[in-house]
């Protein structure tokens, strides 16, 4: 079954997820114990992840004031986190510099003005250059929600190369990831449904429905939003760190080349879909082939949604790696975490 509510699924959970409260960690001597134990730059654990930075969201270098957005989407390249954000007239992609607290280098508007912006996603393409050499081309694309019309940027510099057309379930667009192992990008519209494309021709191939096992039934999970394909056993896989005074165009060598292993279509048990759910405070990993929702990561206390309504905050809406290999043990993966309206980005580890 399927539910359109977007509030079904705290319900559904809540008997499965226990956040240690903060307090605890602080107030006992088993927590002191353990918190004697983390790494003095953790800043708060729970059993789903370990909280390792927050940064403003975001200051900008423009007015050196602080803005607030509607964040759509968050990608990572080359050292820097790119931000899709939403609404007629007030869509931008954004690039941060997460070493100088997310300090905003580069602001573009979104065109026509009209074209609400969402979710975003770093890929690249190989392509042979005149000299017959094979090179790598960076890019950004980016959906819009409902005119069915999606752009793709050069990267670094966000200049508009091309334009193209799109269908999904509901006719909308709302997430994005590339997978660079099977040269596809997984794609939402706000349904139960993951549309697979072509990374080159942009055409759909196939489609996967998001499934939880509730123990007494199989319950497909709607509203399927933010995208991010993480892999548990390397944080930044097949994305080599790219000087930003190059070309946008790179060459080839042996090592800015993926792994073999990663240029099959196998996916390995490590591989994950990351995404939130619609209003909800939790992430969920997908097994990219099965549809199959193997982990349920709960985010309540990170940004309490008492807290957001004092503010004028929204929903949890934005997922990126973060180029940085994890901090405790092999087994767990770093990702930034925002939200619409949020004034915070937060940098966690999930424990896988």
């Known amino acids: ?140 694309i980016q959906l819009t929600w409902r005119d069915q019309v999606g752009f793709i940027y050069s990267l670094p510099d966000l200049k508009v190369i091309k334009e193209f057309k799109y269908d999904t379930t509901t006719g909308e667009g709302w997430g994005i990831t590339f997978v660079e192992h099977t040269n596809e990008f997984y794609v939402s519209d706000g349904s139960e449904y993951l549309m697979v494309w072509d990374a080159e021709t942009l055409e759909e191939k196939r489609r996967i429905t998001v499934v939880f096992d509730a123990g007494s039934q199989n319950v497909t999970v709607n509203l399927v939003n933010e995208l991010e394909f993480i892999d548990f056993t390397s944080d930044h896989t097949c994305m080599p760190e790219i000087s930003e005074n190059s070309s946008n165009a790179d060459s080839s060598s042996e090592n800015n080349e993926c792994p073999k292993s990663a240029q099959t279509s196998a996916f390995t048990s490590s591989m994950r879909i990351l995404a939130n759910i619609w209003y909800q405070d939790i992430l969920v990993s997908i097994d990219p082939t099965s549809g199959w929702v193997k982990k ?33 043990g092999n087994s767990g993966v770093q990702v930034w975490v925002t939200g619409k309206w949020w004034p915070n980005m937060f940098r966690i580890q999930l424990i896988d």
């Open 1 to 140: 079954m399927s539910f359109s509510n977007p509030w079904w699924m705290l319900a559904l959970l809540s008997a499965l997820l226990t956040i240690i409260p903060t307090a605890a960690l602080s107030s006992s001597s088993g927590a002191s114990a353990v918190a004697a134990r983390l790494p003095p730059n953790i800043l708060r654990s729970s059993k789903d992840y370990h909280l390792l930075e927050v940064v403003p969201h975001d200051k900008t270098s423009f007015t050196d004031r602080y803005e607030r957005f509607r964040q759509q989407g968050l990608t990572y390249y080359n050292g820097h986190i790119y931000e899709g954000t939403g609404l007629e007239e007030e869509s931008h992609i954004l690039q941060h510099d997460p070493a100088d607290k997310m300090t905003t280098l580069n602001k573009v508007p979104v065109k026509p003005r009209h074209l609400f912006g969402e979710g975003i996603s770093y890929y690249y393409i190989w392509k042979t250059d005149g000299n017959g050499h094979r090179v790598k081309e960076n890019r950004l």
């Open 296 to 328: 349920v990561y709960n985010l309540n206390d990170i940004y309490p949604v008492s807290q957001r309504h004092e503010d004028g905050s929204d929903c949890l809406n934005g997922i990126s790696v973060t180029g940085k290999q994890p901090l405790i």
